[in-house]
């Protein structure tokens, strides 16, 4: 024991026989660890009487209790649920979250990301899509010894190192539904091109309707960018056209809002004129009239797994308990789907 002075995270370590970063997971009051070694640290930090000092503990660790969130996304909704899903990680640990925009079209945006990394001395960083999808990204994170996690619409890593969602396969399920109502002519508001979620969100969308045998004219096709304005304007394109579709399933909830905006300025009735299916389950979905059908993405629960993942480390003291890595979309039914008009 210290003659003198304040106990550090170096004594409980060295009387405890474990590593510092075994005792901060402790204080963090992480799941990656076994009863046992908790137990005997958490003894020993009550006999020294050890108070954590954040800064203290970053010295020794050499990394700042920060989580970062990088992400280049217009959807400021699903920014905010991923910001949820890691606060709900990070409450009641000493970690704080940091949140980085990126441009991914610059030029500059690896060395703006290093440098970002390099001053913020991050603990670990979420990677959100479509950043997430840049491998070089990910490159980046492994060459400074930045633990990272990739989020996605699809596998992009191993398990450790990511969270994805089964997007094709609940879109194809979503699509399925409409054909099921006696959908055939059905548009889609398909997500930014460069988006993995787009594209895996319209390869479930054009499976659904060729196993159907239904055809998908390109006039049946509209892009959007996942903002309500780009929905509106998709929706425009969709409804000209002859004859106009029977439905419409948008590659998210703020482009079916637009959608939805669009059809009630030609006095269209949801969903006895044109039926509606959304993607995320957003507040949105439940606030529109009719409240819409959706695809819910459970994003917030891929964020907090994401970040139980970035605290939990790889120490030898540490028992693993395996946070998914796989998370299942689901069909919401509300009221925005009906059968096609007579």
């Known amino acids: 024991m210290r003659k003198s002075g304040q106990p550090t995270i170096n004594d409980v370590a060295r009387i405890a026989g474990v590593s510092k970063k075994t005792v901060s997971r402790v204080i963090n009051r992480s799941p990656l660890l ?3 070694t908790r137990r005997r640290v958490e003894e020993v930090i009550g006999g020294l009487g050890y108070i954590p000092n954040p800064q203290a503990r970053a010295l020794a660790l050499r990394r700042n209790f920060l989580i970062g969130l990088v992400h280049d996304n217009p959807n400021a909704q699903t920014v905010m649920n991923v910001q949820q899903g890691m606060l709900e990680a990070l409450h009641g640990t000493e970690f704080e979250m940091v949140v980085r925009p990126l441009d991914r079209g610059s030029a500059t945006m ?9 001053r913020q001395r991050l603990f ?4 959100m899509p479509p950043v997430s999808e840049n491998d070089s990204v990910a490159q980046l994170c492994t060459d400074i010894g ?45 997500g930014p091109h460069g988006f993995r979620s787009a594209r895996e969100r319209r390869l479930g969308f054009e499976e659904a309707l060729a196993q159907a045998g239904i055809a998908l004219p390109r006039s049946m096709v509209a892009d959007g960018n996942y903002t309500f304005e780009s929905g509106l304007v998709a929706a425009e394109r969709l409804l000209d056209v002859i004859p106009r579709p029977t439905a419409i399933f948008s ?3 703020e482009m079916a809002a637009g959608v939805i905006h669009a059809a009630r300025q030609r006095g269209l009735d949801i969903p006895r004129d044109l039926s509606i299916i959304g993607f995320d389950d957003t507040p949105i979905a439940a606030h529109v009239w009719p409240p819409l059908t959706t695809v819910r993405w459970p994003i917030a629960s891929m ?11 790889d120490d030898d003291e540490a028992e693993p308990v395996e946070e998914p890595s796989l998370f299942l979309s689901t069909l919401i039914r509300r009221g925005s789907v009906a059968s096609p008009p007579a």
């Open 251 to 253: 590659s998210n909830d």
């Open 303 to 313: 964020a907090r797994s994401a970040a139980l993942k970035l605290i939990g480390g």
């Open 110 to 118: 690896l060395e703006d990301l290093r440098h970002f990394l390099e």
């Open 146 to 190: 930045c633990r990272y996690v990739r989020m996605g619409s699809a596998a992009l890593d191993t398990s450790e190192r990511m969270v994805a969602s089964n997007d094709r396969e609940a879109v194809r399920i979503a699509t399925d539904y409409l054909i099921a109502q006696g959908h055939r002519r059905i548009g889609l508001v398909a």
């Open 124 to 127: 670990g960083v979420l990677l």
């Open 34 to 36: 076994g009863e046992e």
